[in-house]
């Protein structure tokens, strides 16, 4: 388990000397919550175990099933020491609570969380530091309230304790931490470890609020600040109402992690991360706010110098927003030139405080990968790219963008993104609802944004509406094409089953014309329907041996008791050929003709003496074709050969799963994008959808992997963009600061 995540482990704490006596109400909550720990624990493993079976009932190979179930049965096995452990180490903590001091690692505690370290990640450990810090900033969000008086509260009761330096065993870090050191036991891989985690969040870490609140009630039962108030922000008005604009420019100075206490992007462990890293790139620099010539910007500021910004200087009108390509703004240099061109009541220079400037560097970096973001259809792109000063107003108006998942306007940008994945260059923009949508929400943020956040609510909420009706449809029109590909396909797989079968059978055996031609033209119907239906009738065996036993009749026995075996087979032959014919409705008018050629056939065939047999005898040399046979083997080991060389493909092509979008890269140097709407097994056959629903092309495995070995086929990602985009934000800041 990684440990860059913030997640820390319980024997970084211990020490001799560490535990404290507890007070009665904390040994109340401690019991409660142990106990309420437990059974919340207990059921987030049932969840895993419906969870992974469903999965292992789902999966396409065997192998796959087999590492879901050896997955269930390693935690069976070992989730009642999981859940013991994740209890007793629960207990630790309260036994032994950790200061807030002791979750910033110190150079000579260990491992310093440093831009080196964090580069050294392994993927699976950096997925699980995603998941965890992700865990953790949501309940730090949502229960940040329950979780400040709380932290006050145990400030309060545990000796030495103090506001500086405050004590809170139940921080949701702790938890996690304590869950993530007892779940080391379960030697799984990442996917299902992920699994586990999810479970873990649903069930465990999203009920620590009813936990939070029973602290909070025993603590206040016991005379523990009774009425709780929280002054934080009364004693920064007084500080700003005292020292005027200089309490206002010292607080934009603070660091990123003095930020929680209005519910800033401070609690977001990714965001911090980012600070930690942008204010590295800052180091041996002073502080703009010591400069006395200086007169720093402050929030509130910046927004109006951005509001009055004319939008012709940032190359968008108010007209066809979609014309041109992407457009890109120098965010940095827009500021700048607005603060060239800004005088001070104080005669100063005015310049940026250090959080506003990386403020406006993160949101430059993020529309930076959103315009190279290949997974976005270049119109939409377009159109996202006008979104990036009114995006800049909206960080500096509420700075909680990065931190919440739910923010409106991130939301909105999210929906934006993952609306368009399927548009394609070929779509009509003058004709499209979807663009047409697109566009005039861009517009409405253009002209309409003020600082009002609830514009980005409305917004969102209107195309939800939209796409809801859109899909709908959509959905519809994709299961109508979904069902008529798979009856289409099954009828092709049987008929080509049908023929293939009776061709390799007549092959291998010389049958009278007329013979051939009722069982290629009469009996292949009988075959076809038999096996269309064989899954309810059973048919297609009895079917198979109706051809084998009538070609085996047609040849003349010589032993006793073979035409002994003739004479038994031949009636019941004879009645399942004509009742299968008459099915199908064969040459109804002639039926009886070719019924009485039939029987004669046989008949001349049972009469065959032994010189008719050793006739036969060389012909059978004769069909044995040694020639072609060599051929088709060739043919065969060229074809095993191409499929080794595609066989890493093969593994891309099986992670695509049904809803997930591709682009096609045609060789005229076209492209269009699909979404994968249905697997049919039988006929190892992928059938791609438009966002209409509406069929557009099928391929099979191997020829999808030769499309992607060729460079033709790509896979587009559908996590949410602005979540991507932070990811890779972080990533570059990380190899810039190695």
Same mark, same amino acid.
């Given at each position: 388990?990684?440990?860059?995540?913030?997640?820390?482990?319980?024997?970084?704490?211990?020490?001799?000397?560490?535990?404290v006596?507890?007070?009665?109400?904390?040994?109340?909550?401690?019991?409660?919550?142990?106990?309420?720990?437990?059974?919340?624990?207990?059921?987030?493993f049932?969840?895993?175990?419906?969870?992974?079976?469903?999965?292992?009932?789902?999966?396409r190979?065997n192998?796959?099933?087999?590492?879901?179930?050896?997955?269930?049965?390693?935690?069976?096995?070992?989730?009642?020491?999981?859940?013991?452990h994740?209890?007793?180490?629960?207990?630790?903590?309260?036994?032994?609570?950790?200061?807030?001091?002791a979750?910033?690692a110190?150079?000579?505690?260990?491992?310093?969380?440093?831009?080196?370290?964090?580069?050294?990640?392994?993927?699976?450990?950096?997925?699980?530091?995603?998941?965890?810090?992700?865990?953790?900033?949501?309940?730090?969000?949502?229960?940040?309230?329950?979780?400040?008086?709380?932290?006050?509260?145990?400030?309060?009761?545990?000796?030495?304790?103090?506001?500086?330096?405050?004590?809170?065993?139940?921080?949701?870090?702790?938890?996690?931490g304590?869950?993530?050191?007892?779940?080391q036991a379960?030697?799984?891989?990442i996917?299902?470890?992920?699994?586990?985690?999810?479970?873990?969040?649903?069930?465990?870490?999203?009920?620590?609020?009813?936990?939070?609140?029973?602290?909070?009630?025993?603590l206040?039962?016991?005379?523990?600040?009774?009425?709780?108030?929280?002054?934080?922000?009364?004693?920064?008005q007084?500080?700003?109402?005292?020292?005027?604009?200089?309490?206002?420019?010292?607080?934009?100075?603070?660091?990123?992690?003095?930020?929680?206490?209005?519910?800033?992007?401070?609690?977001?462990?990714?965001?911090?991360?980012?600070?930690?890293?942008?204010?590295q790139?800052?180091?041996?620099?002073?502080?703009?706010?010591?400069?006395?010539?200086?007169?720093?910007?402050?929030?509130?500021?910046?927004?109006?110098?951005?509001t009055?910004?004319?939008?012709?200087?940032?190359?968008y009108?108010?007209?066809?927003?979609?014309?041109?390509?992407?457009?890109?703004?120098?965010?940095?240099?827009?500021?700048?030139?607005?603060?060239?061109?800004?005088?001070?009541?104080?005669?100063?220079?005015?310049?940026l405080?250090?959080?506003?400037?990386?403020?406006?560097?993160?949101?430059?970096?993020?529309?930076?990968?959103?315009?190279?973001?290949?997974?976005?259809?270049?119109?939409?792109?377009?159109?996202?790219?006008?979104?990036?000063?009114?995006?800049?107003?909206?960080?500096?108006?509420?700075?909680?963008?990065?931190?919440?998942?739910?923010?409106?306007?991130?939301?909105?940008?999210n929906?934006?993104?993952?609306?368009?994945?399927?548009?394609?260059?070929?779509?009509e923009?003058t004709?499209?609802?979807?663009?047409?949508?697109?566009?005039?929400?861009?517009?409405?943020?253009?002209n309409?944004?003020?600082?009002?956040?609830?514009?980005?609510?409305?917004?969102?909420?209107?195309?939800?509406?939209?796409?809801?009706?859109?899909?709908?449809?959509?959905?519809?029109?994709?299961?109508?094409?979904?069902?008529?590909?798979?009856g289409?396909?099954?009828?092709?797989?049987?008929?080509?089953t049908?023929?293939?079968?009776?061709?390799?059978?007549?092959?291998?055996h010389?049958?009278p014309?007329?013979?051939?031609?009722?069982?290629?033209h009469?009996?292949?119907?009988?075959?076809?329907?038999?096996?269309?239906?064989?899954?309810?009738?059973?048919?297609?065996?009895?079917?198979?041996?109706?051809?084998?036993d009538?070609?085996?009749?047609?040849?003349?026995?010589?032993?006793?008791d073979?035409?002994?075996?003739?004479?038994?087979?031949?009636?019941g032959?004879?009645?399942?050929?004509?009742?299968?014919?008459?099915?199908?409705?064969?040459?109804s008018?002639?039926?009886?003709?070719?019924?009485?050629e039939?029987?004669?056939?046989?008949?001349?065939?049972?009469?065959?003496?032994?010189?008719?047999? #050793?006739? *036969?005898?060389?012909? =059978? !040399? @004769?069909?044995?074709?040694?020639?072609?046979? &060599?051929? +088709?083997? #060739?043919? *065969?080991?060229?074809? =095993? !050969? @191409?499929?080794?060389?595609?066989?890493?493909? &093969?593994t +891309?092509?099986?992670?695509?799963?049904?809803?997930?979008?591709?682009?096609?890269?045609?060789?005229?140097?076209?492209?269009?994008?699909?979404?994968?709407?249905?697997?049919?097994?039988?006929?190892?056959c992928?059938?791609?959808?438009?966002?209409?629903?509406?069929?557009?092309?099928?391929?099979?495995?191997?020829?999808?992997?030769?499309?992607?070995?060729?460079?033709?086929?790509?896979?587009l990602?559908?996590g949410?963009?602005?979540?991507?985009?932070?990811?890779?934000?972080?990533?570059?800041?990380?190899?810039?600061?190695?």
């Amino acid at each position: 388990m990684n440990k860059q995540s913030g997640i820390h482990y319980l024997h970084e704490h211990k020490g001799p000397g560490a535990a404290v006596p507890l007070p009665q109400e904390v040994v109340r909550i401690r019991d409660t919550v142990v106990a309420g720990l437990g059974d919340l624990l207990q059921g987030a493993f049932d969840a895993v175990d419906d969870s992974l079976f469903e999965l292992a009932n789902n999966a396409r190979s065997n192998n796959e099933q087999n590492r879901y179930f050896e997955a269930m049965r390693e935690i069976r096995i070992k989730r009642k020491g999981v859940e013991k452990h994740f209890q007793t180490a629960v207990a630790h903590l309260f036994s032994h609570p950790p200061r807030s001091s002791a979750t910033i690692a110190a150079p000579e505690q260990g491992n310093p969380q440093t831009a080196d370290s964090l580069s050294l990640v392994h993927n699976d450990d950096l997925e699980e530091q995603v998941a965890l810090n992700a865990m953790v900033t949501k309940s730090r969000a949502y229960f940040q309230g329950p979780l400040i008086q709380l932290q006050t509260r145990f400030s309060v009761v545990y000796p030495g304790a103090t506001a500086e330096d405050p004590v809170n065993p139940l921080a949701p870090e702790h938890v996690c931490g304590a869950f993530v050191e007892a779940a080391q036991a379960l030697e799984i891989q990442i996917r299902e470890r992920l699994i586990v985690l999810k479970q873990f969040d649903r069930y465990v870490v999203s009920n620590l609020g009813m936990l939070l609140d029973e602290a909070n009630r025993i603590l206040i039962q016991a005379g523990v600040i009774p009425n709780f108030r929280y002054h934080g922000k009364t004693s920064e008005q007084a500080k700003q109402k005292e020292h005027g604009g200089q309490a206002q420019t010292r607080e934009n100075n603070a660091d990123y992690n003095a930020q929680p206490q209005t519910g800033s992007p401070g609690d977001e462990a990714l965001f911090e991360q980012i600070g930690q890293l942008l204010a590295q790139q800052r180091s041996g620099h002073a502080p703009r706010s010591a400069d006395p010539n200086l007169h720093l910007v402050g929030a509130a500021e910046l927004f109006q110098l951005l509001t009055s910004l004319p939008r012709e200087s940032t190359n968008y009108t108010s007209g066809n927003l979609s014309a041109g390509e992407p457009l890109v703004v120098d965010l940095r240099s827009v500021v700048e030139h607005l603060l060239r061109n800004t005088s001070s009541t104080d005669g100063k220079k005015p310049a940026l405080n250090e959080v506003d400037e990386d403020l406006i560097n993160l949101v430059s970096m993020l529309f930076e990968f959103i315009l190279d973001d290949y997974n976005l259809s270049a119109p939409i792109q377009v159109l996202i790219s006008r979104l990036q000063i009114p995006i800049l107003k909206v960080v500096i108006k509420d700075k909680s963008f990065f931190s919440k998942a739910n923010h409106p306007a991130r939301k909105l940008l999210n929906s934006l993104a993952r609306a368009g994945i399927g548009w394609s260059e070929s779509d009509e923009k003058t004709r499209d609802k979807l663009y047409e949508h697109i566009h005039t929400i861009v517009l409405r943020i253009l002209n309409e944004f003020d600082g009002d956040i609830t514009l980005f609510e409305k917004l969102s909420e209107e195309f939800d509406q939209f796409l809801s009706r859109e899909n709908r449809k959509s959905s519809l029109v994709e299961q109508r094409t979904r069902e008529s590909e798979r009856g289409r396909i099954k009828s092709q797989k049987a008929q080509e089953t049908v023929d293939q079968l009776l061709q390799d059978k007549l092959a291998k055996h010389r049958v009278p014309d007329s013979i051939r031609h009722i069982l290629l033209h009469g009996w292949s119907r009988v075959m076809f329907l038999a096996y269309l239906r064989n899954d309810v009738e059973h048919r297609w065996n009895q079917s198979v041996k109706v051809v084998d036993d009538l070609i085996w009749c047609l040849h003349p026995h010589l032993e006793d008791d073979e035409r002994d075996q003739w004479v038994r087979v031949v009636p019941g032959l004879l009645k399942s050929l004509r009742a299968g014919l008459e099915e199908v409705s064969y040459n109804s008018t002639n039926l009886d003709e070719m019924m009485g050629e039939l029987k004669h056939e046989l008949t001349e065939a049972f009469r065959a003496h032994a010189l008719a047999e #050793a006739k *036969e005898t060389p012909s =059978e !040399l @004769e069909l044995q074709e040694d020639i072609p046979v &060599v051929q +088709q083997t #060739a043919i *065969e080991r060229q074809q =095993e !050969l @191409e499929d080794a060389a595609v066989a890493e493909y &093969v593994t +891309q092509v099986d992670a695509i799963d049904v809803g997930n979008w591709v682009e096609f890269n045609l060789v005229n140097g076209t492209s269009f994008r699909c979404k994968l709407s249905a697997i049919i097994e039988e006929a190892d056959c992928f059938v791609f959808v438009n966002r209409m629903g509406l069929k557009v092309i099928e391929k099979t495995r191997i020829e999808l992997a030769h499309e992607m070995r060729r460079g033709r086929l790509t896979t587009l990602e559908q996590g949410a963009l602005v979540d991507r985009a932070l990811d890779a934000v972080m990533g570059s800041l990380r190899r810039n600061s190695g």
